[in-house]
């Protein structure tokens, strides 16, 4: 069969229009390449990757001491830890000093001593003394640091389980710390503490609400016995402040008890001081007004024309008149 034979320019043609075949087989080459290379680096070890930072470190630095002018510089990696103030400024750096408070010594002891309450050390020897049977029983504690005077005692002694109202010990405890507290004017915070065990009632949604009624319960149980409202304060710690392991009984028992903290500071009343009211000054357009107005006021008593009387308080019409006020004689 014959076929026809394609000219030359046919035959080139076809070769050009298949020429793209070659660039893109090399630039699928490439990128296959490429991502072999970024595989191999992702599963580079760590030991691996860390010579490779160090060679190439150490040829940037090689070659920077090569360049080097004589002055020594920093290496092409940056130093992780910043510089000292003496490294940066050298030792003519001043060191900042505070202002001064007070020249006056003598003055800040006098300003300190007008806010001190009654001596805290003192005070610990006579509760100790009116607290001795409850101390050496273990239902109450004593301590005294710096700050505070603190009393310890028992939440068992002073109210019944998962309640808030004080008992008769408390009572009685309480009158034999009056007698003491009363004698003085130190601040007072008292403090409530529960153990770790859960409580949900209609009256204690949880711990929180327990420490904080006890500790009210105290407080007002002083202030009945004349201890000054104004120098207590209530705190509620709950269950988050615990003394000891919430793992034990005996644990549980020590965290469940009520802290009265004197401060060494005395309670300042503030006096306000009231002035007295400035009576207004009435001018003489008011006193005119005031006196119109008590005219017009005024009750009358008009006799009419034609007899009988009118009580009023608006002034005589025409034809009518105002009979005379006869005085009583003595």
Known sequence: ???????????????????WLVSYADYMTLLFALFVVLYSM???????????????SKVFVEQADKNDTG?????????????????LYGSGLEQ????????????????ESTK???????????????????VESGLAKVTLDEDWLTIELSSGLLFSSGSASSNSSASAVMTELTAILKQTTNFMRVRGYTD????????????????????????????????????????????????????TAQGRSQNRKVVIALSKYAYEPVVVET????????????????????????????????????????????GEEEPPIHKREQ
């Open 96 to 111: 900042a000093t505070g202002p001064t408070l007070l020249a006056d010594n003598a003055k800040l002891e006098q300003i």
């Open 42 to 56: 992702a599963n580079m070890e760590k030991e691996q990757f860390k010579k490779l930072q160090d060679t190439i």
């Open 196 to 247: 770790s065990v859960p409580i949900r009632t209609e009256q204690f949604p949880s711990n929180w609400e327990l420490s904080v009624a006890r500790a009210a319960s105290i407080v007002r149980l002083l202030e009945e016995l004349g201890v000054a409202p104004q120098r207590m304060a209530i705190e509620g710690y709950g269950q988050y402040s615990p003394f000891a392991e919430n793992t």
């Open 71 to 87: 002055i020594q510089g920093q290496s092409v990696q940056p130093d992780i830890y910043p510089q000292s103030d003496f490294e």
């Open 116 to 134: 001190l309450g009654s001596p805290l050390a003192a005070m610990q020897k006579d509760i100790n003394r009116a607290l001795r049977s409850l």
């Open 275 to 318: 002035a007295e009211p400035a009576e207004p000054e009435t001018s003489a357009e008011q006193v005119a007004e005031e006196a119109v107005q008590q005219e017009q006021n005024k009750v009358r008593v008009i006799r009419l024309p034609h007899g009988g009387i009118r009580i009023t308080t608006r002034p005589p019409e025409p």
């Open 1 to 19: 069969m014959y076929r026809p034979r394609r000219s030359a320019a046919a035959e080139a043609e076809k070769s050009d229009a298949e020429r």
